[in-house]
Nanobody, 123 residues
C-alpha cells in the first residue's frame, strides 16, 4: 500500500510559480512511476508530468514542456512539480499518483492517488 499526500497548491498570478510536493508513505519500487495529473472542471483528468522512481527519467505533456519540472527526493520519498510561467489555463486540481508497472499517461493505469491540491492562476 502507498499513501500519497500533495501540498503546495494555491492562488498565483499569471506568470508566477508554484512548487507542488507529493509525500509518499509505503514502499516505492524502482519500477514505480510517479505521475502528476490535473483535472479542471468539466475536463478529463490529464497527464502533466512524471518521473521513473528508480532511474529518474522524466516525461512531460506538451503543455508542460519548458515550464514545469518534475523531480524526486528518494531519501524523503517525495516527488515535486515545479511550475513556472503559469497560465490561467493551468488552473486545476493537481494529483500525484503511482503506477507500479512503469511509465503511463493513462490515469486508469495508476493504482494509488493523492487527494489533490488546487492550483488557481489568475489573469
Amino acid at each position: 500500500q502507498v499513501q500519497l499526500v500533495e501540498s503546495g497548491g494555491g492562488l498565483v498570478q499569471a506568470g508566477g510559480s508554484l512548487r507542488l510536493s507529493c509525500a509518499a508513505s509505503g514502499r516505492l519500487f524502482s519500477s514505480s512511476f510517479m505521475g502528476w495529473f490535473r483535472q479542471a472542471p468539466g475536463n478529463q483528468r490529464e497527464f502533466v508530468a512524471g518521473i521513473r522512481w528508480g532511474v529518474g527519467n522524466t516525461y512531460y505533456a506538451d503543455s508542460a514542456k519548458g515550464r514545469f519540472t518534475v523531480s524526486r527526493d528518494k531519501a524523503e520519498n517525495t516527488v515535486y512539480l515545479q511550475m513556472n510561467s503559469l497560465k490561467p489555463e493551468d488552473t486545476a486540481v493537481y494529483y500525484c499518483a503511482v503506477d507500479r508497472n512503469g511509465y503511463s499517461t493513462l490515469h486508469s493505469s495508476y493504482e494509488y492517488w493523492g487527494q489533490g491540491t488546487q492550483v488557481t492562476v489568475s489573469s
